[in-house]
């Protein structure tokens, strides 16, 4: 996916809201993941409070998208938070949403933060 696909999928979400065109999880997934894709986690992240305010029920797929996109030094925090407030969402967090936010951590060079992490996802499993 393109860098600026993420303007398309936003684009397309607020059409279909405009237009009172019922959004899903699974639309509002993809434009997370273009929003991750395209580096733009700010985006991502308000799709999730979207999300909430339209009562969809975010799954782990909404998650992951969103944890990946938030990987670079001004949001690796955020990725954090997603992975801690999951269980409390009703979810379980996978090895994928834990990989995501991993990766985050060593990206950022917070070596003994993926490692505690790293710790946390054995005692899951």
Request: hydrophobic content about 50%.
């Amino acid at each position: 996916m393109q860098g600026g696909e993420w303007v398309k999928a936003l684009a397309l979400v607020n059409s279909m809201v405009q237009n009172e065109v019922e959004i899903d999880t699974i639309t509002c997934n993809a434009a997370v993941s273009a929003c991750g894709k395209g580096g733009n986690w700010v985006k991502a992240l308000e799709l999730l409070n979207v999300m909430a305010q339209r009562k969809l029920q975010k799954d782990a797929i909404s998650c992951t998208a969103a944890i990946s996109a938030c990987d670079d030094r001004a949001s690796w925090t955020w990725a954090m938070h997603l992975v801690e407030v999951m269980p409390t969402s009703g979810m379980i967090a996978s090895g994928l949403n834990f990989g995501s936010s991993m990766s985050a951590l060593l990206k950022n060079r917070f070596w003994d933060c993926a490692l505690m992490l790293f710790d946390e996802a054995r005692f899951i499993w």
